[in-house]
């Protein structure tokens, strides 16, 4: 069985820096595209950043470009999310989420099949 699980959350002040992690369990890393989507309570969900199962094509919201870096390590099972220059309104509950594509998408959460728990990032201004 399919299983995502997310760590690397926490509280930290703004221009700071946070790396998530999230390691993935029943699932041949090499055939899913990955990516990192967030939430704040009340408000829709939001892709942040995608991957392709071999890492070689990367995408970014408008938000985080230039101060967010997602990568993967097949052989550690495991994706990456280093947030730097962190602002208050990066604050939300970071999901990872893994689909069966090859293309790196983060405008429709649907089309991912795995999700993980979340974990929440705070940054205080």
């Known amino acids: 069985q399919a299983q995502l699980v997310e760590s690397g959350g926490g509280l930290v002040h703004a221009g700071g820096s946070l790396r998530l992690s999230c390691v993935v369990s029943?699932?041949?890393?090499?055939?899913?595209?990955l990516a990192w989507f967030r939430q704040v309570p009340g408000k829709e969900r939001e892709g942040v950043s995608c991957?392709?199962?071999?890492?070689?094509?990367?995408d970014y919201a408008e938000s985080v470009k230039g101060r967010f870096t997602i990568s993967r390590d097949n052989a550690k099972n495991t994706m990456y999310l280093q947030m730097n220059s962190l602002k208050s309104e990066d604050t939300a509950v970071y999901y990872c989420?893994?689909?069966?594509?090859?293309?790196?998408?983060?405008?429709?959460?649907?089309?991912?099949?795995?999700w993980g728990q979340g974990t929440k990032v705070t940054v205080s201004s």
């Open positions: 991957i392709t199962s071999t890492g070689r094509s990367t």
């Open positions: 029943g699932l041949t890393m090499d055939y899913y595209s």
């Open positions: 989420a893994a689909a069966s594509f090859f293309i790196c998408t983060f405008v429709e959460g649907n089309l991912y099949e795995y």
